[in-house]
C-alpha cells in the first residue's frame, strides 16, 4: 500500500456489524483501503475504552460511524460527540453517521457529529429488514412463532444493502456532505405483515403473537437476556414504534437515484440462503 493510499484510508466503525461489514465489503470491492473498527479486529476498537480510539485513526480520511448496540444506549451521543473530535483532531475530513428515526439520543448524536468541524452526512435509518434474518428476531422466525409488544403501527423496513450503498457513496464520493438522508423501504407494514411475506417465501406457517410489554420483557429475561438488552429493545418496540416513524422517506432515492429495495425482494432472496429453515 503507498503512503497516499494509507492517508486515503476509511475506518469502518461496527464492521463485523449489519451495515458496517456491507460497508466494507464494497470498500473493498472498489480497491479502496479500509480498516475494520471492532474489538475483534486486528487493532481492536471498543466504544467503552477510549485508548483504543487513537490507534485505528492513525491515516485515516474518512469515518463510517456505527455505535453498537445503538444510539439510544445511555452515553452513547457523548461517546460519539467525543470520538468525532479527536477524529477531526487526527485529520479526519469526513464523518458519515448510521442514527436512528425518531431517537431524540440518536439526533444528539447527529448534532454532535455536524458541529465536529468535519464534512458530515447523516444517515437516519428505518427498522432493518435483516433483523428479521441475521439478529434476534431469526431465531423466533425459524421456530414458527414471533412474539412483540407491537400492534398495527407500520414500519417502513429498509434493507441494510441499501444502507450501506448510501453510505458507500457518502464515504467516497461528492455531493452528500451536509445531508441527512432519512432512509425507508418503499412501503408501509406492520410486523404481522413483514412475518406474513417472510411466512410466504418460505412456504411455512410462522405465526405473529402481539404480547404485552410486560410479557416481552419477562420472557427475555427468563431466557437469561442481559437487562441493559432487555430495556433497550422494549424502548425501541414501545417508543419508536409509536406511530411516529410511520411515514415514508426518499432518502435512497436522494443518494443513490434508485428507489429503495422492497421488503418482498429481500423476503424472497434470503429465504432462497436456507437461513430461516428449521436444522
Same mark, same amino acid.
Given at each position: 500500500?503507498?503512503n497516499e493510499?494509507?492517508?486515503n484510508?476509511? /475506518?469502518?466503525?461496527?464492521?463485523?456489524g449489519?451495515t458496517?461489514? =456491507?460497508?466494507?465489503?464494497?470498500?473493498?470491492?472498489?480497491?479502496?483501503?479500509?480498516?475494520?473498527?471492532?474489538?475483534s479486529?486486528?487493532? +481492536?476498537?471498543?466504544?467503552? #475504552?477510549?485508548?483504543?480510539?487513537?490507534?485505528?485513526?492513525?491515516?485515516v480520511?474518512?469515518?463510517?460511524?456505527?455505535?453498537?448496540?445503538d444510539?439510544?444506549?445511555?452515553?452513547a +451521543?457523548?461517546?460519539?460527540g467525543?470520538?468525532?473530535?479527536?477524529?477531526?483532531?487526527?485529520?479526519?475530513?469526513?464523518?458519515? /453517521? /448510521?442514527s436512528?428515526r425518531?431517537? %431524540?439520543?440518536a439526533? $444528539?448524536?447527529?448534532?454532535?457529529?455536524?458541529?465536529?468541524g468535519?464534512?458530515?452526512?447523516?444517515?437516519?435509518?428505518?427498522? *432493518?429488514?435483516?433483523?428479521?434474518s %441475521?439478529?434476534? /428476531?431469526?431465531?423466533?422466525v425459524?421456530g414458527?412463532?414471533v412474539? !412483540?409488544?407491537? &400492534?398495527?403501527?407500520?414500519?417502513?423496513?429498509?434493507?441494510a #444493502?441499501d444502507?450501506?450503498?448510501?453510505?458507500?457513496a457518502?464515504l467516497?464520493?461528492?455531493?452528500h456532505?451536509g445531508?441527512?438522508? %432519512? !432512509?425507508?423501504?418503499p =412501503?408501509l407494514? @406492520?410486523?404481522a405483515?413483514?412475518? &406474513?411475506e417472510?411466512?410466504?417465501? @418460505?412456504?411455512? =406457517?410462522?405465526d *405473529?403473537?402481539p404480547v404485552?410489554?410486560?410479557e416481552?420483557a419477562?420472557?427475555?429475561?427468563? %431466557?437469561g437476556?442481559?437487562?441493559?438488552?432487555?430495556?433497550?429493545?422494549?424502548?425501541?418496540?414501545?417508543?419508536?414504534? #409509536?406511530?411516529?416513524?410511520?411515514?415514508l $422517506? #426518499?432518502?435512497?432515492?436522494?443518494?443513490l437515484?434508485?428507489p429503495p429495495?422492497?421488503?418482498?425482494?429481500?423476503?424472497?432472496?434470503?429465504?432462497?440462503?436456507?437461513?430461516?429453515?428449521r436444522t
Amino acid at each position: 500500500m503507498t503512503n497516499e493510499q494509507e492517508r486515503n484510508m476509511i /475506518l469502518v466503525l461496527g464492521g463485523t456489524g449489519k451495515t458496517g461489514r =456491507r460497508v466494507v465489503e464494497r470498500l473493498r470491492d472498489a480497491g479502496v483501503p479500509v480498516r475494520v473498527g471492532s474489538r475483534s479486529a486486528e487493532q +481492536p476498537f471498543d466504544w467503552t #475504552d477510549q485508548t483504543t480510539w487513537a490507534p485505528v485513526l492513525r491515516n485515516v480520511n474518512a469515518v463510517y460511524v456505527s455505535f453498537y448496540p445503538d444510539l439510544a444506549v445511555p452515553g452513547a +451521543p457523548e461517546a460519539v460527540g467525543a470520538f468525532a473530535n479527536l477524529a477531526v483532531a487526527s485529520g479526519v475530513t469526513r464523518l458519515v /453517521l /448510521l442514527s436512528g428515526r425518531g431517537e %431524540e439520543e440518536a439526533q $444528539a448524536a447527529e448534532k454532535l457529529i455536524q458541529s465536529a468541524g468535519a464534512e458530515w452526512t447523516i444517515l437516519r435509518s428505518s427498522w *432493518f429488514s435483516q433483523n428479521f434474518s %441475521e439478529d434476534y /428476531l431469526r431465531e423466533p422466525v425459524v421456530g414458527g412463532e414471533v412474539f !412483540l409488544p407491537v &400492534g398495527t403501527v407500520p414500519e417502513p423496513f429498509v434493507d441494510a #444493502d441499501d444502507i450501506a450503498e448510501v453510505a458507500v457513496a457518502a464515504l467516497t464520493g461528492g455531493g452528500h456532505a451536509g445531508q441527512l438522508y %432519512e !432512509l425507508t423501504g418503499p =412501503r408501509l407494514l @406492520t410486523f404481522a405483515d413483514a412475518i &406474513g411475506e417472510i411466512a410466504q417465501a @418460505t412456504g411455512r =406457517r410462522i405465526d *405473529f403473537v402481539p404480547v404485552s410489554v410486560e410479557e416481552y420483557a419477562g420472557a427475555l429475561a427468563a %431466557e437469561g437476556v442481559p437487562v441493559e438488552v432487555v430495556e433497550l429493545l422494549t424502548y425501541l418496540f414501545t417508543t419508536v414504534l #409509536d406511530g411516529r416513524n410511520a411515514l415514508l $422517506a #426518499d432518502g435512497v432515492q436522494r443518494a443513490l437515484g434508485r428507489p429503495p429495495r422492497d421488503f418482498t425482494d429481500f423476503a424472497r432472496d434470503t429465504a432462497v440462503t436456507g437461513v430461516w429453515d428449521r436444522t
